[in-house]
């Protein structure tokens, strides 16, 4: 019985060469070899996505991740808002309306993100750690308020106060 065996195990590569001299009688004659084929577990390596794998030891370049924002105005906009009549606000992000709140819903201060009445966002970043979208806040006449651009940060909650 001539011939090559290989088998993998746990990443340890083993081939045996088996020859039958027959010259000598029936004896078999045995050689081996051991390599070590560095077995690798491929995945998302960065402990801050949300699809971090900590057996992964090979990025694979499939890391996701999501940031927040949260808009928030103080009292003084809120009665501004107040003398035109303004009510309800509607909050939208990428051209999405991601909420709505009432005019005179004002904070003293910035709260946390996905405070009762805040408006927060998340978006789904894909494998970038920021990325930039459009917003717009417009009141109940179709009146635009505040426009801008907000940068959305992986795993961060970015505060917006909107300002007059």
Known sequence: ???????????????????NIKSIGTVVLFAATLIWSGCTTPGCTDPNAEN????????????EYSG????????????????????????????????STAANQFWN???NCGDNASITVSKNLGGATSLAFDYEVIDDYGDTWWTGTINF??????SLELTL
Not at 52 to 63: F, I, L, P, R, W
């Open 1 to 19: 019985m001539n011939g090559l065996f290989a088998f993998t195990y746990n990443c340890l590569e083993i081939k045996i060469y088996m020859m």
């Open 52 to 63: 971090y794998e900590s057996v992964a030891d090979s990025d694979d370049g499939s890391c």
């Open 68 to 99: 927040d924002v949260m808009f928030w105005y103080g009292g003084a906009v809120s009665k501004e808002m107040e003398y035109y009549y303004t009510t309800p606000l509607s909050f939208y992000v990428d051209g999405q309306i991601v909420g």
């Open 109 to 111: 201060g910035a709260p």
């Open 153 to 158: 940060v992986a795993n961060t909650c970015t």
